[in-house]
């Protein structure tokens, strides 16, 4: 039976590397016991980790201030969201005796080349925002506060599907991207006139536009991240075959940084994402946040928020050794901002959303609620 816990009034919330075998007991820590976060703090993706980043430092903040009997203590691991930084740097969280647990990672990609680490030293993992099937599938400890990419995919299809459009579907090779671009090409069906595949990081996409335009596609799905899709769009938009193409995309593309980079070209796009819409759900808490950060929440700053709101939840209630923490993980239900969070058995969230946002006048606007 899962146990229920009240949103508390003060928080208003591997190939090639060895494992090492996790502490015995959390009593080996001289300090303050760490929840990590593992993401981009720098690099091409850093806008989506610093604000993932900042929801784990509020969370914490505000539990400190409440005076609790154990103190937590924040520290991060910057993989720059690369699967071959990661499984590196969670060998130093496993290493690490005070480290508790992780919200991580941000990506599927890197989060798949950890998680292994993470289960071997026994380190409970509660992802924001990496949405790969796979990842349920690898380790007891691993757990996600947002749906999977299995209820994504449809929703992106279905999308295309209303829009009455022959669509074209482009994948980076990432295990995010590509794999989220299988499933909207299952589910779209007949509608489907073409695909592509590029890889992450390629700034040249003249030969896929040409295909684009031959296939006669009236939408184009981008399974992949906001920096390459920034550079797409605008190369759909610059071909008078092909500018008025809609251009459809998952949570790797709705960011700040896509409007930055993409600046007009961004207007009209139709993205999804299981992320919340803090502004509107957690709005006292949004406010917060851009006080303390001098900066505007990203999509995923309230579930990294979240994340670390369960964990610390379990802390409070006495888990302070890593498999306590853990298996409280399993039986808990935790009220936080915006939703219940509870984990099935394979550490999906037994609450799954999914919304449908845009970008309207430079700005990321939330549509409406799809599932």
Wanted: hydrophobic share 40%; proline share 5%.
């Amino acid at each position: 039976m899962k146990k229920f816990i009240s949103l508390a009034a003060v928080s208003a919330l591997v190939v090639g590397v060895s494992v090492t075998v996790a502490p015995s007991a959390f009593a080996a820590c001289t300090g303050n016991p760490a929840i990590y976060f593992q993401g981009a703090l720098t690099g091409p993706y850093q806008e989506t980790g610093i604000n993932e980043a900042n929801g784990v430092i509020l969370a914490i903040d505000k539990y400190n201030a409440s005076k609790p009997k154990v103190k937590v203590e924040y520290k991060s691991i910057d993989t720059q969201a690369s699967g071959a930084n990661s499984p590196a740097l969670a060998q130093k969280v496993v290493e690490d005796e005070c480290a508790i647990g992780v919200v991580g990672g941000m990506y599927s990609g890197e989060t798949l080349a950890a998680v292994p680490i993470y289960e071997g030293g026994k380190v409970p993992v509660v992802s924001p925002s990496a949405t790969n099937p796979a990842l349920t599938n690898k380790s007891a400890y691993f757990h996600r506060v947002v749906g999977s990419d299995l209820v994504q995919g449809p929703a992106l299809a279905q999308i295309a599907i209303s829009l009455k459009s022959k669509l074209f579907i482009v994948d980076d090779a990432t295990p995010y991207g590509k794999g989220l671009a299988t499933i909207v090409k299952k589910t779209a069906g007949k509608i489907v006139v073409g695909t592509d595949g590029v890889t992450e990081g390629t700034t040249n996409f003249t030969s896929v536009v040409s295909k684009v335009k031959a296939s006669k596609a009236t939408a184009v799905f981008y399974g992949g991240y906001y920096p390459e899709a920034a550079i797409f769009i605008k190369a759909l938009r610059d071909n008078p075959a092909t500018k008025n193409v809609k251009f459809i995309a998952g949570d790797g593309v709705l960011d700040g940084e896509y409007i930055k980079l993409a600046k007009k070209n961004a207007e009209g796009t139709y993205l999804t994402a299981p992320g919340q819409p803090m502004e509107k759900v957690a709005p006292a808490l949004a406010a917060e946040y851009k006080k303390k950060f001098n900066r505007v929440h990203g999509l995923y700053t309230l579930e990294a928020y979240n994340a670390a709101y369960v964990l610390l939840e379990g802390i409070k209630a006495g888990k302070t050794t890593r498999d306590a923490l853990n298996t409280w993980l399993g039986e808990a239900v935790v009220k936080v901002n915006g939703t219940t969070i509870s984990f099935s058995a394979t550490g999906d969230p037994d609450n799954i959303v999914m919304n449908q946002y845009t970008i309207k006048n430079g700005q990321m606007v939330w549509v409406k609620r799809l599932s």
